[in-house]
């Protein structure tokens, strides 16, 4: 741009950002080659603005009405744009000069992708650009990893490197070639610059044409030049010749593998043997002569994944040290993180650790610190919230006590039966009053249930459950080891996965206990969806005349009624501390749900999901395959549909594939499934390469002998917890 010292002046640049796409204008400079933003120079007492109009927008009117009207746009894809904002403005100081400061201005101006595609840069017969701006807009991010790893040192050592390696995906015996591929300057160490060139380089996404597959050639030769001499020998070309053949999915068969060496050798034009510098493998690769280095020196997982982890750490960090938001979400008041409350109610706990004697503190004066943060009218709603869920006469506690006293006077051991054939009492209990307090308490919940997302975000430590069709029982049984004075003074959170009525006897029990429960503790209970939520479904089995055993038929219709219009608006899938995916039946295709987050747009009212929702009814329904039940038919089915296939066991939504769960996986930065659907004799079934776990609550199914187990997720690691068999 300049020829001399003298020639310095004030630059203005343009940052053309493409919102839609993620994508960045740069222009090529023809004599270096190099990628730059558009910038013009500011001469003649030219202001910025105006020197932009001149210089950077085609087809302008002199007259001076166009030019003020011009001035503070941008007119280089076919219609007027307004310039955002001033992005950055460096003023540098030069001795001895005709103006001792000049000045360089960045502004920033926002299109779409149609706008993209009319671009007309007037800078001669340079080309354009448009390149992704994720890793360019990661960078801060990842400077501040890079000060987390390398401070007070200014280079990354091999130690730290191979620790970012592991997290991204590589393994342990590839990262001593990485790291010297990385260290271009054989210092033993790599500065943030050329860490940032390594990751553009071993990026999956990163193009391989022109100026990228030079930069990604010049880092492989340095991968395969393994006794640094700046020569490839032949055991060096051989290594090559395997990469490739890897990367293919190809068996490294020795016979096969001279024969292409061989090959390689003839095509370049030397001798088989002879050793190839750096330019002559840039060349041979540029002329074609050397194939599949578009394939090879590809990181196992994008960047861009790691990024996000980073960033959701971050995140995470910053809101332990920032407001927090309380009250269900509602924007009723926040705190920082630390500061507390006294509670309203004192609570005796019984050895047998029921809950007994509990005392209200509503009237003391030092029962809330006046230092806590919280306004007045935050302090009274949170008051109010404590004192419905400990009120013994809210309708959610007299329906727990009911349903409490209903174990205590009918036979719960045997959960499994034809409803018909059980003999079922209320002893003293109005099942008129017990109707009712149901109804109420599912209308409630309903509401809660809407305005929850539909992939709620959980944090750890949480206990996960599975299946539990009617095994009220057991339920308790969990109740009593891991959250024995109720979900509300439970440390963990704790995640439903559905399927909480049919084939079981006391299904109206179970409902009963965690939708109040739900109702007194919405932030710390939750519950997702299953295929046994849907009253068509429930018609085909038993809670619909469990509901009719129980409470009549007219009664009982109501209670089934207001149950299933609860169902009908539950969260269908949930992320643990963003790594961990739940949901009830299986992941869905891709074609369905491209990333997690679609999953949100699912409407919030479901009456009849299979013709509502396909990706809701696939979470809901879909399995695992098995690897004994891969045949030819549905491996190639399998093939086509990238990873899935038709469920024909269940006879609708589909299986999928270990390769299918990993690139869902990766594709959404998850480690691992869990879900439930699936009845296993232990309790919990591992599976997918230890990617998949499959969670079943509810024990001595149908009359079987399996185990119900549970899951803590807690400090990275999910653990299984099972109930003995008695």
């Known amino acids: 741009m300049f020829k001399s010292v003298n020639d310095l002046c004030d630059v203005v640049s343009v940052v053309i950002y493409c919102f839609s796409d993620a994508t960045m204008l740069l222009v090529v400079e023809p004599s270096s080659n190099e990628y730059w933003i558009p910038s013009v120079k500011v001469t003649g007492g030219s202001s910025w603005s105006s020197q932009v109009t001149k210089d950077l927008i085609t087809d302008v009117s002199e007259d001076r009405k166009y030019q003020t009207y011009y001035r503070k746009n941008l007119q280089i894809f076919g219609c007027v744009l307004p310039i955002s904002k001033l992005m950055r403005l460096n003023k ?5 000069h005709s103006t001792p400061y000049i000045s360089h201005a960045i502004f920033e101006v926002q299109i779409n992708a149609d706008m993209k595609k009319k671009s007309k840069v007037p800078f001669g017969k340079v080309y354009r650009h448009f390149v992704s701006t994720l890793l360019l807009f990661s960078q801060e991010t990842l ?27 590589w393994t342990k015996e590839e990262i001593p070639q990485l790291f010297r591929s990385a260290d271009i300057n054989n210092r033993g ?3 943030f610059r050329e860490f940032l060139y390594f990751l553009a380089a071993v990026e999956p996404g ?18 395969l030049d393994v006794d640094k001499n700046n020569l490839l020998k032949r055991d060096e070309m051989r290594n090559f010749v395997f990469l490739v053949r890897k990367a293919r999915k190809q068996l490294p068969d020795p ?24 330019s002559e493998f840039l060349k041979a690769v540029g002329d074609l002569k050397i194939r599949g280095t578009s394939q090879i020196y590809r990181a196992p997982n994008s960047i861009q994944k790691y990024i996000k982890e980073i960033s959701d750490r971050n995140n995470r960090q910053k809101n332990a040290n920032s407001p927090q938001k309380f009250l269900d979400g509602k924007q009723l008041a926040y705190a920082k993180s630390g500061a507390y409350e006294m509670a309203v109610h004192s609570i005796m706990i019984q050895r047998t650790g029921n809950m007994i004697n509990i005392e209200q503190l509503w009237n003391i004066d030092s029962a809330t610190s006046q ?3 919280f306004p007045k009218l935050a302090q009274e709603a949170s008051r109010k919230k404590s004192a419905d869920q400990f009120d013994q006469q809210s309708k959610s506690n007299e329906l727990l006590k009911a349903i409490r006293h209903l174990t205590l006077i009918n036979k719960m051991m045997q959960c499994y039966g034809k409803p018909e054939t059980f003999t079922f009492t209320w002893g003293k209990l109005d099942p008129a009053i017990v109707a009712r307090n149901l109804v109420s308490v599912c209308n409630d919940v309903r509401e809660i249930f809407i305005k929850e997302p539909r992939m709620l975000d959980i944090t750890s430590p949480a206990y996960i459950m599975g299946d539990l069709h009617g095994n009220f029982t057991d339920l308790i049984y969990f109740e009593k080891i891991l959250w024995h004075v ?4 439970c440390p963990c959170n704790l995640l439903f996965l559905g399927d909480y009525v049919d084939r079981g006897l006391f299904s109206v029990e179970v409902i009963s206990y965690l939708f109040s429960y739900k109702l007194q503790s919405p932030n710390k209970l939750k ?3 299953g295929n046994h939520e849907i009253k068509r479904v429930q018609q085909q089995w038993t809670f619909e005349k469990e509901c009719k055993l129980k409470f009549g038929d007219r009664l009982g219709g109501t209670v089934f009624n207001a149950i299933n219009d609860a169902f009908d608006t539950m969260p269908l899938a949930a992320v643990i501390d963003g790594r961990v995916f739940c949901c009830h039946g299986g992941i869905p295709p891709p074609w369905l749900c491209p990333v997690a987050t679609a999953i949100n747009d699912i409407p919030p009212i479901l009456n009849d999901p299979q013709d509502q929702s396909s990706l809701a009814w696939e979470l809901m329904w879909n399995d695992p395959i098995r690897a004994k039940t891969i045949n030819e038919k549905i491996a190639m089915e399998l093939l086509a549909n990238e990873g899935f296939a038709v469920n024909s066991r269940r006879g609708t939504a589909h299986i999928f594939s270990v390769e299918a769960l990993e690139k869902f996986l990766n594709a959404n930065g998850f480690t691992h499934l869990v879900r439930a659907h699936e009845v296993v004799e232990a309790g919990f079934y591992l599976q997918q390469k230890g990617h998949l776990l499959t969670i079943f609550s509810s024990s001595k199914y149908c009359g079987g002998q399996n185990v119900a187990a549970c899951i803590l997720a807690d400090q990275g690691r999910l653990r299984i917890l099972r109930l003995e068999t008695e």
């Open 92 to 96: 540098v100081w030069i001795p001895y």
């Open 255 to 278: 016979v096969k593998m001279e024969k292409e060496l061989a090959d390689c050798y003839r095509n370049i034009g030397i001798p088989d043997g002879q050793p190839l510098n750096m």
């Open 486 to 489: 109720g979900p509300g003074l």
């Open 189 to 191: 160490g790599i500065s």
């Open 527 to 529: 519950m997702l969806r």
């Open 206 to 223: 990163t193009t391989h044409g022109g100026g990228p597959a030079e930069l990604r050639c010049r880092y492989i030769f340095r991968y």
């Open 143 to 169: 400077y501040k990893e890079f000060l987390l790893m390398t401070f007070p040192a200014i280079f990354v050592g091999m130690q730290v490197f191979s620790k970012f390696l592991l997290d991204v995906g």
């Open 371 to 373: 230092s806590s943060g």
